[in-house]
């Protein structure tokens, strides 16, 4: 998810992009969090508030111990239950074809221990799964993630593929702008589960073993948008609508100089700043990131402050970047002399002029100690640039031949 991969709550590659040549801290923050501390590390929570330290070694010897009662002819009294919903412990049946495996469990172990009963009837719906896999995330939901990667999933049995995680963002908008979420097979993709109150996510996905598609990752996109408040992704009264961006956008690429003098295909989200919050958003914090798919040429990551629809930054990729992966390194950026300093300055100085015209001039140029290495672009260097009106931008050229490659807007009269 981004993103963290479970689960891509940073929207389409744009934030990823407009931080990797631009000032990331005048870029809208993603949504995602860093995950809690290791479950061996520092007690859990219980619903109620108290402190539950998860031991991993203990709570597998339990369990060793209900395999060779189960061994020796010991049932348990009930079946372990079939939703996780009650209680959050459950065993569910799955398609193996499908799944990869026939049982999957789960495991509330970030806010209590399981009975020696439940541990039993655990034992005995995972068919006797051997301790040393009964925790991997192919085989149960246990709700801890451990920073030393063993557990990293908290909603989702698997990490996406990157064939999986190239098409999601072309699904996103459709779904949340379009209305793209019926007539979809409930046989395909990832089988939901709600969990138990005390959860704090509420949706939890066991995911195909192989690779979604269509109605795969639609489905997919219902457990990911239904962990977040409704609202979230969704304009707000006197934001941009989604339905308002072919002309703000088509307006903004003119004036900024990005690409083709037509508009082309583009993925569009929106980033509330503040992310996941219980609080009521601020719509001049929000942004619309928007990628523009230029067939050929460059492609662009865009962002557009919700509120006014102003553009506040771009990043610069090479034709094929978003689209078809084939993007390699500019020829530019490995042959012929660089430009010099002075060509840079003049190269950054003339575009700002000419794409705030009423500022009345560019008062300042200053580099930025070192270079910005890009894989696609060569060394480049970044510029602060201060306008007569006040206007403060940060631009980055590439020394090879002096073209743009990001630009951020950090301040405005």
């Known amino acids: 998810m981004m993103r963290q991969k479970a689960f891509p709550f940073l929207p389409l590659l744009a934030l990823s992009g407009l931080c990797l040549l631009s000032a990331c801290s005048s870029v809208p923050a993603g949504s995602g969090a860093s995950g809690p501390p290791s479950p061996a590390a520092s007690p859990e929570q219980t619903a109620f508030g108290e402190p539950y330290e998860f031991d991993r070694g203990d709570f597998l010897a339990r369990y060793q111990e209900a395999l060779d009662r189960l061994s020796q002819g010991a049932p348990p009294r009930n079946p372990a239950p079939a939703d996780p919903a009650g209680t959050g412990f459950a065993v569910v049946s799955l398609d193996q074809e499908v799944y990869g495996v026939s049982r999957f469990a ?20 995972m068919d006797g799964l051997p301790a040393g896999d009964l925790l991997k995330p192919s085989h149960s939901r246990t709700g801890l993630q451990d920073s030393a990667g063993e557990l990293p999933l908290l909603r989702q049995s698997r990490e996406l593929s990157p064939g999986e995680e190239s098409r999601l963002p072309f699904l996103e ?9 019926l007539d979809r097979d409930p046989e395909e993709g990832p089988a939901l589960f709600r969990l138990s109150p005390e959860e704090e996510k509420k949706i939890f996905a066991v995911l195909p073993a192989e690779d ?3 109605d795969g990752l639609l489905r997919y996109l219902d457990a990911v948008y239904g962990n977040m408040p409704n609202p ?6 006197g934001e941009l609508a989604y339905e308002e961006l072919p002309s703000v956008l088509e307006e903004a690429a003119d004036r900024f100089q990005l690409g083709a003098p ?5 993925l569009a989200l929106l980033a509330p700043m503040d992310g996941l919050t219980e609080e009521p958003r601020d719509p001049s914090r929000d942004y619309w990131m928007v990628t523009l798919l230029y067939p050929s040429g460059s492609q662009y990551a865009v962002s ?11 990043v610069r990729w090479p034709q094929g970047f978003y689209t078809d992966g ?5 020829p530019a950026a490995s042959s012929g002399a660089a430009r010099s300093e002075e060509e840079l300055q003049a190269s950054v100085a003339a575009y700002a002029a000419e794409v705030f015209p009423q500022s009345g001039g560019v008062l300042s140029v200053r580099g930025e100690d070192g270079e910005v290495p890009s894989p696609y672009f ?4 970044r510029f602060t640039l201060e306008l007569e009106d006040g206007t403060s931008l940060q631009l980055t050229a590439a020394k090879q031949d002096g073209s743009l490659c990001a630009m951020t807007v950090l301040q405005t009269p």
Do not use: K, Q, V
């Open 106 to 125: 789960f495991l509330p172990l970030s806010w209590r221990d399981l009975t020696d009963e439940e541990l039993l009837s655990l034992a005995a719906g």
């Open 173 to 181: 908008p459709g779904y949340l702008y379009e209305g793209n979420r």
């Open 212 to 214: 979604m598609s269509g």
């Open 232 to 237: 979230y992704w969704i304009p707000l009264e």
């Open 262 to 266: 037509h508009l082309p295909p583009y």
């Open 304 to 314: 557009l402050r919700a509120d006014t629809g102003e553009l506040s930054a771009w």
């Open 326 to 330: 084939g993007a390699s390194a500019s």
């Open 378 to 381: 060569g060394p480049c260097r």
